[in-house]
């Protein structure tokens, strides 16, 4: 039983590397921006590509997870998504960048369903809160890594040197996978009739949308902060990028925590809606403090990044107790194309809410969304 630390560890590196992605694409904005003549609506489609990869893949990488093999799943899904990053670094148009990046999203998400499930198979329920906590620390710390890394890379070789190098990383999480995962309970369900009672499991419809919902905060801060620091508030791109990563760092500790609260208290959905209100609660500090005194942001902003992504591993988690050991795969592929779909139009809906009003009025308005999400949680709190 030692061997399931083991997998955790190949887990949390497989999904960080295609974390470093999604956090590398907002810090690399203002170089893409420069690179391609992108308007801020552009840069929004940008932000959507791997979101928008990923949507139809998710769901079936989770019912071959359950089917057949975490470790084969994972493996060629990093190793595609790498070729496509390869192909981002020599994109010669921008059509052809967005292409790459839902090709790399497309293929990376493999990594979501195959290392959750694997570590989901290999703890108890009193310590699965603890690990995915753990595991799913591997979003703000592959954020950390792009919030340090991506700067210095795009000023010494461009957009092509930063593709680059996230190829490689996952390309690395490709062969972590495949030499250390092992099967921990092989999928008795057939994939018709996983696909069937995934798809009719209310509680589970219940969970995946109304925890999504949190992810516009998220998108707001992580997504947009660099651009509003550096547009509003004249700070240079590594300068904004850093309290990136300190949001980073308070998000992996709040991942961890709030996996052993959900533990100790033995229910997921509890500390999930608190942690909305908490978000929320954030979102409208910064946007009290949008035209504020820089020193001030950067104590709050970090704050509300660090808990705008707080609360996946707890969703994360629910949502493949809710089907069980034999379904946890379809279960977490299902939860994270709902999080995807909402992934898509969330950066959208927030540039054209920044262009048409304010990042002030931008940012209180995204307030409002934990908050609802916490508030349609409330059936399933017992769970």
């Known amino acids: 039983m030692r061997y399931r630390w083991a997998v955790l560890a190949a887990g949390t590196a497989a999904q960080a590397s295609t974390s470093t992605l999604v956090v590398a694409l907002p810090v690399l904005a203002p170089e893409l921006r420069d690179e391609y003549g992108l308007t801020l609506g552009e840069i929004g489609v940008v ?22 093999s975490e470790r084969v799943v994972l493996s060629w899904g990093l190793g595609g998504c790498a070729l496509a990053l390869v192909g981002a670094a020599y994109a010669p148009s921008f059509a052809w960048l967005v292409l790459s990046l839902v090709l790399a999203g497309a293929a990376g998400s493999s990594v979501n369903s195959a290392s959750g499930r694997a570590v989901m198979q290999w703890f108890g329920f009193e310590e699965r809160g603890l690990a995915l906590g753990i595991r799913q620390t591997a979003i703000p710390l ?5 919030a340090l890394a991506v700067p210095p890379l795009a000023g010494a070789g ?6 680059l190098f996230l190829a490689g990383l996952c390309a690395a999480g490709a062969v972590a996978g ?25 509680r589970l419809w219940l969970l995946c949308s109304a925890s999504s919902i949190y992810l516009y905060a998220q998108v707001a801060i992580i997504g947009f902060g660099v651009l509003f620091l550096h547009d509003e508030h004249g700070l240079s791109e590594g300068q904004a990028a850093l309290l990136i990563a300190v949001s980073q760092v308070l998000a992996a500790a709040l991942r961890v925590g709030g996996g052993r609260w959900s533990d100790l208290v033995g229910s997921r959905v509890g500390p999930l809606r608190k942690v909305g209100l908490a978000v929320s609660v954030s979102l409208v500090a910064v946007a009290v403090l949008a035209d504020g005194p820089t020193w001030l942001l950067f ?18 988690t629910a949502a493949a107790e809710l089907a069980g050991p034999t379904r ?18 969330a950066p959208l809906v927030f540039a054209a809410s920044v262009s048409a009003t304010s990042w002030k009025v931008a940012f209180a308005s ?9 508030l349609a949680l409330r059936p399933l709190r017992s769970h």
């Open 299 to 316: 104590v709050v902003l970090p704050l509300a990044g660090g808990l705008s992504m707080a609360w996946n591993g707890l969703a994360f």
């Open 178 to 202: 495949a030499v250390v995962l092992r099967d921990g309970v092989p999928g008795e369900v057939l994939v018709a009739e996983s696909l069937r009672r995934t798809l009719r499991d209310g």
């Open 142 to 146: 592959g954020g950390l890594v792009a």
């Open 158 to 163: 461009g957009s092509e040197l930063v593709f």
């Open 47 to 68: 932000l959507a590509a791997v979101w928008v990869g990923s949507i139809p893949t998710l769901l079936p990488w989770g019912l071959a997870a359950d089917r057949f």
């Open 328 to 345: 946890s795969g379809a279960a977490i592929g299902f939860q994270q194309t709902v999080l995807s779909g909402f992934g898509v139009v």
């Open 366 to 374: 995204a307030a409002a969304f934990p908050l609802a999400g916490a």
